[in-house]
């Protein structure tokens, strides 16, 4: 059976960056540090939190 | 109040327990066990190195930074007082752990009105009402030069207004007519303004005291009050997405209450232009993200006429030019 990874969307214009982790805590970091990083802004926890949906994983 | 009480009653069945399992489990629960565990006090902030960075700041750019903070604080005490309907609502629908999260909200709002009671007072040395209002930039002052859009006052006008219905139709005491009532207004509260007008002008103050390398304090505060900010605003569209999924056709609901305040969202208007070596085009990008982030959690698809006018970059709203 696959495992489930939490992923999270970017909804900046122009981007759709998926960002997938295996916690919540993970994927609030990685979510952060990419809007951090590509739109000099930030998310909130509970932004990202309510944002993210349960996938299947590839690995 | 005889109606309000015969339908609380009727609503909740005379409950006397509202704990159970599954509400314990529940995102409105999560969200005051949260809180709880988050309890800040503005008086624990230090607020000597801003009193330094005030007096050597020059005053035109203290004029610019107030005309953003003391709204700021005009609207926290708005906010404040216009959360009493929905906690009159969750007690008509017997959501006792709407009551439980609403209850750490209200307290909320008033801190962060507080916190710039305290801040103003310390640092800026204003406080009373007469000495903040010639600070205060009335929205609707800001126009539209070409006048396609007509800048409402939201926080001052539409949300007591929206409050007021949700007031009387928990009166009127029909379940129905009370979540309608609890969805436009937690639309306009918490997705409209809380959740996608506001969140440039709280990124703006915050980067300004980045590139000023000052006002450390006033950064912390805006800091704590985002963290409060992203449990209020994804609490009212965790309402509204469970609202629209008992009823799909209220999606309508959520896109009425934008439209009539779409032209206050799609430019930033002239308090937010305040501060001029900032990159505006970020905050206006960063908002379609908040919209469809907003219309994300809500359950509902996103009106990409309104994305295209916040990016339109024919869109500039001036203060004191006669739209037409």
Not at chain 2, 119 to 133: F, K, N, S
Not at chain 2, 255 to 260: K, Q, S, T
Request: with cysteine.
């Amino acid at each position: 059976m696959a495992a489930k990874k939490k992923q999270f969307v970017c909804l900046e214009a122009g981007c759709q960056q998926v960002i997938q982790a295996d916690t919540d805590e993970d994927l609030v970091s990685a979510v952060q540090e990419h809007v951090s990083k590509a739109h000099n802004s930030f998310e909130l926890d509970e932004f990202i939190l309510a944002g993210a949906t349960e996938v299947e994983s590839d690995s | 109040m005889t109606e309000l009480t015969a339908a609380a009653q009727e609503a909740n069945g005379h409950q006397k327990f509202h704990f159970t399992r599954e509400m314990m489990r529940g995102n409105a629960y999560r969200k005051y066990e949260k809180a709880i565990n988050a309890i800040w006090n503005p008086r624990d902030l230090d607020y000597s190195q801003d009193i330094e960075d005030w007096a050597r700041i020059p005053e035109d750019r203290r004029e610019a930074l107030l005309g953003l903070t003391v709204r700021f604080f005009a609207g926290e005490q708005a906010v404040a007082e216009n959360l009493v309907p929905m906690i009159e609502a969750a007690w008509a629908l017997s959501r006792f752990d709407w009551l439980m999260y609403l209850s750490t909200f209200v307290m909320e709002e008033c801190k962060h009105a507080e916190f710039f009671a305290v801040w103003h007072e310390r640092v800026a040395g204003i406080l009373e009402p007469d000495e903040l209002a010639p600070y205060f930039l009335e929205r609707e002052k800001t126009v539209d030069p070409t006048g396609r859009f007509e800048l409402k006052e939201v926080v001052h006008e539409g949300i007591p207004r929206y409050a007021g219905e949700l007031t009387a139709a928990v009166h009127g005491g029909d379940r129905e007519e009370i979540e309608r009532a609890f969805l436009r207004f937690a639309t306009l509260y918490n997705g409209h303004v809380e959740g996608v007008l506001t969140m440039p002008s709280y990124e703006i103050v915050v980067d300004t005291c980045a590139a000023w390398n000052a006002l450390p304090a006033l950064s912390a505060g805006y800091h704590r009050i985002l963290s409060d900010e992203g449990r209020h605003i994804t609490f009212g569209t965790s309402a509204v997405r469970e609202l629209i999924a008992a009823h799909p056709d209220w999606e309508q609901l959520v896109h009425d209450v934008f439209d009539e305040f779409r032209g206050t969202i799609v430019g930033l208007v002239e308090y937010q232009k305040a501060v001029p070596e900032l990159d505006l085009q970020k905050y206006q990008v960063g908002k379609v993200r908040h919209y469809r982030n907003r219309c994300r959690e809500m359950g509902v698809t996103p009106d990409e006429t309104l994305v295209d006018q916040i990016l339109d970059p024919s869109i500039d709203f001036v203060v004191g030019v006669t739209a037409g």
